[in-house]
C-alpha cells in the first residue's frame, strides 16, 4: 500500500484549512519537545537529505489538486522537521508551479542558521518557526534539542533568516505552564522577538494531549497577559471554526483516519477538517472506539481522539 504523504485539510488554528504534506517519517526531528503532539523523538537528527524524495510527495499534491481539494494553505510541516529534507527546495517550486494556493512551512527553525535552509525555503509564502525558549537552559527542558544544537545560533540562524527572506515570518511560541510563561519569560521572549522582527507572533499552548504530561497548558487569561508584553503582533491562537462548509464525497471513515494518523482530534476539529456533521462522524467513530481502535484522551476539559496503532 502507498503511503499517504499528503492529508487533509486539517483544521489549523493558524492556517485555516491546511492541506498537510509529509516530508519525514513519523516522526524524524531535530527536537524532541515535551509538549510534541505526534509523541516522542523516534529519530532524533540534523542529517539532511531526501527522507522522502520531491517527486514521491509531488504525485499525490498532483493527484489532490485535481481532486478539486479547498484549502486555505499548503503546508509543508507532517510528521517531523521538514527542513531535514533537502529536496524541500525543489518541492516548495514545483507546488508553486502546480497551484496558486499559498504554501507554509511549518519549521523548528533549529536549521536556519544554514545558508541552504534558508535558501530553500525563500519560494514560500508563509514561514512559520517556533522559539520556545529564552535561554538555553529552557530550550534544554522544552524543546531537548540534538546535542549539537545551541539556542544561541538557532537565535542567530532566525535574525539572518528574517534579513534575506521577503515573505511572512509568523512565529510561534509555546508556553507551558509553571515552564516559560510567566510575564518575566515573556520580557525576556520580547527581547529576542524584536531581534527576529517577526510579522505576527502566535502563542500557543497545550491544547493537545503532548508527549509528556507534565507539559500543561496555559490558562487563556494568562496567555493575554503574555501576548500583552510581547507587543501588537503577538495573538493567542484561538480555536479553530471552520468558516465554509462544502459538499464532499471521499470516504468519511479513511479521511478521518488520516487525520487521526498524524495528530489527535476533537470531535469538532474532524467535523470542521471534513465538513461533515458531528453526528455522522461520531456514527464512524464510536464503533472504532468500541473495538479498541481509537482511544478517548483527556487532558482534563477537552476530549481527543486518538489512533491506538500507527498506519
Ligand atoms: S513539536 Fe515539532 S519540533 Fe517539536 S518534536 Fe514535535 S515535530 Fe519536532
Not at 115 to 122: K, P, Y
Not at 162 to 178: A, C, K, S, T
Not at 240 to 268: M, Q, V
Request: glycine share 6%.
Amino acid at each position: 500500500m502507498k503511503q499517504r504523504l499528503v492529508y487533509g485539510p486539517v483544521p489549523s488554528r493558524r492556517l485555516g484549512r491546511s492541506l498537510g504534506v509529509d516530508l519525514v517519517p513519523l516522526k524524524v526531528c531535530s527536537y524532541d519537545c515535551i509538549y510534541c503532539q505526534l509523541g516522542r523523538t523516534k529519530q532524533r537528527t540534523i542529517e539532511r537529505k531526501p527522507y522522502i524524495p520531491a517527486k514521491e510527495i509531488l504525485v499525490q499534491v498532483r493527484e489532490k489538486l485535481e481532486e478539486g481539494v479547498d484549502a486555505d494553505y499548503i503546508t509543508l510541516a507532517g510528521s517531523g522537521e521538514p527542513t531535514l529534507n533537502t529536496e524541500i527546495g525543489p518541492l516548495i517550486h514545483e507546488i508553486k508551479e502546480l497551484t496558486q494556493i499559498p504554501v507554509a512551512v511549518l519549521t523548528n527553525g533549529s536549521l536556519l542558521g544554514s545558508r541552504q535552509v534558508r535558501e530553500s525555503l525563500i519560494e514560500a509564502d508563509a514561514v512559520l518557526p517556533s522559539l520556545d525558549a529564552h535561554d538555553e537552559e529552557g530550550f534544554q527542558t522544552i524543546n531537548r534539542p540534538h546535542p549539537e544544537i545551541r539556542l544561541e545560533a538557532v537565535l542567530e540562524g532566525l535574525s539572518k533568516f528574517r534579513q534575506e527572506y521577503p515573505g511572512q515570518i509568523w512565529l510561534e511560541v509555546f508556553i507551558l505552564d509553571g515552564i516559560n510563561a510567566t510575564p518575566t519569560d515573556a520580557t525576556h521572549f520580547k527581547h529576542w522577538i524584536e531581534k527576529v522582527n517577526p510579522q505576527k507572533v502566535h502563542v500557543n499552548t497545550a491544547v493537545r494531549p503532548p508527549a509528556e504530561t507534565y507539559a500543561r497548558r496555559v490558562p487563556l487569561q494568562e496567555m493575554t497577559t503574555f501576548c500583552n508584553i510581547i507587543g501588537e503582533q503577538a495573538e493567542v491562537i484561538a480555536p479553530f471554526k471552520g468558516t465554509e462548509r462544502h459538499e464532499r464525497g471521499a470516504d468519511i471513515e479513511e479521511d478521518f483516519l488520516n487525520i487521526l494518523a498524524r495528530r489527535p482530534c476533537t470531535l469538532d476539529d474532524i467535523s470542521s477538517a471534513l465538513n461533515v456533521h458531528r453526528n455522522e462522524i461520531l456514527k464512524h467513530i464510536e464503533p472504532l472506539v468500541k473495538n479498541g481502535s481509537i482511544a478517548i484522551v483527556s487532558d482534563g476539559s477537552v476530549a481527543h481522539y486518538q489512533l491506538k496503532k500507527p498506519r
